[in-house]
């Protein structure tokens, strides 16, 4: 019993000193596996029955290999489930989604225009 409550600990903590080394605001998301930061500035959102749009909001990125998601503050849906493919050193590409628009991501800014299923979601932001 002692021994399984270590393993939990230690493995809790390597994952938190993981979580937190990827946060660095001078990691850029291309150059990781696993990212997580947030990005503040304005951030918009609309559909059929909403329209939002904030000048001082936040989103809050996770990646995970190529995976995106897109966590918005001020009442605004996610937007999950993006992937990218990497195009050059600068310049990541979304692939394989059924939306169509414009992501762009590096360590210190967070452009979004994106379209999916009738709503769209749009980021101007930096960290």
Not at 13 to 25: H, I, N, P, W
Not at 39 to 45: H, N, Q, S
Request: hydrophobic residues 35%.
């Amino acid at each position: 019993m002692f021994m399984k409550s270590i393993l939990k600990l230690t493995s809790l903590l390597l994952f938190t000193a993981f979580v937190m080394s990827s946060c660095s605001k001078d990691t850029d998301p291309a150059d990781v596996d696993v990212f997580a930061g947030t990005f503040r500035g304005d951030i918009g959102y609309t559909d059929d029955e909403k329209n939002i749009s904030q000048a001082n909001g936040s989103v809050f990125v996770t990646k995970v290999n190529a995976n995106y998601n897109f966590r918005f503050s001020d009442g605004i849906p996610d937007l999950t489930g993006v992937e990218f493919k990497r195009q050059d050193d600068n310049t990541m590409v979304s692939v394989g989604s059924d939306g169509t628009g414009v992501i762009t991501i590096n360590k210190d800014r967070l452009v979004i225009g994106f379209t999916r299923s009738g709503r769209t979601w749009s980021a101007d932001c930096g960290r």
